[in-house]
C-alpha cells in the first residue's frame, strides 16, 4: 500500500516563502502521478498543482501559477512544492495526493493522500 507523508509546513509572513515535501513509500513512487491539495477552514478542497510520473506535464491552478513551483525526485520518492509570494489566502492544510494514471485536478481520483501539513501566513 502507498503511505504519503508531507512535511515542511509552518507560520510565514505574508511576502515569504515556504516549501513543502511529501515522501511516498510502499509503492513504485516513479509510476504516480503526484498533486497538492489544499482546504483552509470553510472552504472547499482545492486543486494546487500535479506533475506527472515523468516529470514532463506540469499543471498549475491559475491562484498558484506563477507563485507555486511543483517538483519531484523520483530517487528519493519526494514530491515538492515550493510555494513564494505567500499570502493569507495561501493559508490551509495542504495534503500530497497520488494515483496511478494521468494528472487531474479531481480529488476524488486520487486514492492515496497524506494527513496533510499546516501552513499559516499571517499579515
Known amino acids: 500500500q502507498v503511505q504519503l507523508v508531507e512535511s515542511g509546513g509552518g507560520l510565514v509572513q505574508a511576502g515569504g516563502s515556504l516549501r513543502l515535501s511529501c515522501t511516498a513509500s510502499g509503492g513504485t513512487f516513479s509510476s504516480y502521478a503526484m498533486a497538492w491539495f489544499r482546504q483552509a477552514p470553510g472552504k472547499e478542497r482545492e486543486f494546487a498543482a500535479a506533475i506527472t510520473y515523468r516529470g514532463g506535464v506540469i499543471d498549475y491552478a491559475d491562484s498558484m501559477k506563477g507563485r507555486f513551483t511543483i517538483s519531484r525526485d523520483n530517487a528519493k520518492n519526494t514530491v515538492f512544492l515550493q510555494m513564494n509570494s505567500l499570502n493569507p489566502e495561501d493559508a490551509a492544510v495542504y495534503y500530497c495526493?497520488?494515483?496511478?494514471?494521468?494528472?487531474?485536478?479531481?480529488?476524488?481520483?486520487?486514492?492515496?493522500w497524506g494527513q496533510g501539513t499546516q501552513v499559516t501566513v499571517s499579515s
Open positions: 495526493a497520488a494515483r496511478n494514471g494521468w494528472i487531474d485536478r479531481e480529488d476524488k481520483r486520487y486514492p492515496y
